[in-house]
């Protein structure tokens, strides 16, 4: 296995809050990630855009693990505390090569939540874990939870809303080891939804997970996620990490999380310069490369302590022309680091002729 090697800005980190491997500090804001799917090293293939090798990911593990991290799975019933570091580690659409990672995970004594796909589970045309293994998984200590009904955008299709409030609880708890207490998060397909999606959604499951970019405060309903991509430098993880140990984020954003907009405006009560801020999105820029970063001083104007962020500019700019949802934070390098300055959030664009 190839060894890590701890790079200054983290090195300093590491200084700082552990001593003999364990945490002096917990960071104030929890990290979520997101596998997809997962291949050997021996695989001679193009891996998928949201792969990961297994030695990767039992390196990402181990990293955890020997810096005092542990898993955790919210229930929706209560705040967590802030007495260890804590990582949620999640799995979407249900691949059969999850499996093989659930082992990985146990490995290091941690669990993760599987989101699968519940009209595929047990077909044999697809490559999804069984009800048998999903009954194993439950049993081993791991979340079996929703993604969707059948994976399709929620914002476009009716059908799948209801399904996944109507049809999808009932279809979770025919497998042996999952109950109705259990049923109380849903990863929304391709991260879309909208303020309605969201609301109607929420009486079944309170909390949502998304693929903005970000952390968890520990306590809303809306959870940001870093996605796993082949294509990403695994620094980048470990800056996330590192990146959990910052402050509260000081930009809010005036409009309403998955609203649909050209323009959106955020509350600058710090008075942070346009000029030091940049935009990382989770989709992919015009090369196909998630979590690039560019600058948003093109984009961004201030007027009276609120910033304009001219998004539809930046979105035809950056990404492709076809796309329509964009998830993104605003974040700000200070010694080489970059770190979140807002949340994430999901923007319907509304685009203009040019």
């Not at 990961?52 to 039992?58: A, I, K, L, P």
């Not at 996620?225 to 294509?231: F, K, N, T, Y």
């Not at 935009?279 to 600058?295: K, M, V």
Request: glycine residues 8%; hydrophobic residues 35%.
């Amino acid at each position: 296995m190839k060894s890590y090697i701890i790079m200054p800005a983290l090195a300093v980190l590491l200084i700082g809050s552990f001593s003999n491997g364990t945490l002096k500090e917990s960071p104030r804001n929890i990290p979520v990630l997101c596998y997809h799917t997962f291949y050997p090293e021996s695989f001679e293939g193009t891996p998928g855009t949201l792969a990961e090798s297994y030695s990767n990911f039992e390196e990402k593990l181990r990293f955890l693990s020997d810096n005092g991290y542990r898993s955790y799975i919210p229930d929706g019933t209560s705040e967590s505390d802030a007495s260890s570091p804590k990582v949620v580690i999640t799995f979407d659409d249900g691949h059969r090569s999850q499996f093989r990672a659930a082992a990985l995970l146990e490995k290091f004594d941690m669990r993760g939540i599987f989101f699968v796909i519940p009209s595929l589970i047990d077909d044999p045309d697809y490559p999804h874990m069984t009800s048998g293994q999903l009954t194993e998984l439950a049993g081993r200590g791991h979340l079996i939870a929703a993604h969707g009904h059948r994976h399709k955008s929620m914002p476009v299709s009716g059908p799948e809303i209801v399904a996944s409030l109507d049809t999808v609880p009932d279809i979770l708890q025919t497998i042996p080891g999952v109950s109705g207490d259990d049923l109380h998060s849903i990863a929304y397909p391709y991260g879309h939804y909208t303020p309605a999606v969201r609301r109607a959604m929420l009486p079944q499951y309170p909390l949502q997970y998304t693929v903005n970019p970000g952390y968890w405060d520990g306590k809303s309903t809306l959870i940001p996620r870093i996605l796993i991509a082949s294509g990403t430098d695994s620094q980048f993880y470990y800056d996330y990490l590192q990146g959990a140990f910052a402050g509260a984020r000081s930009l809010t954003m005036q409009e309403e999380n998955g609203s649909r907009q050209s323009v959106v405006h955020f509350d600058n009560p710090d008075g942070l310069d346009p000029d030091s801020l940049y935009i990382q999105a989770t989709s992919p820029d015009g090369a196909g490369h998630h979590y690039s970063i560019f600058s948003a001083a093109s984009y961004l104007t201030s007027k009276n302590g609120v910033l304009h962020f001219d998004i539809t500019d930046y979105l035809e700019t950056h990404h492709s022309a076809e796309r329509r949802a964009l998830s993104f934070a605003v974040a700000q390098q200070k010694n080489g680091d970059l770190r979140y300055v807002s949340d994430g959030y999901l923007i319907w664009v509304t685009r203009t002729d040019r």
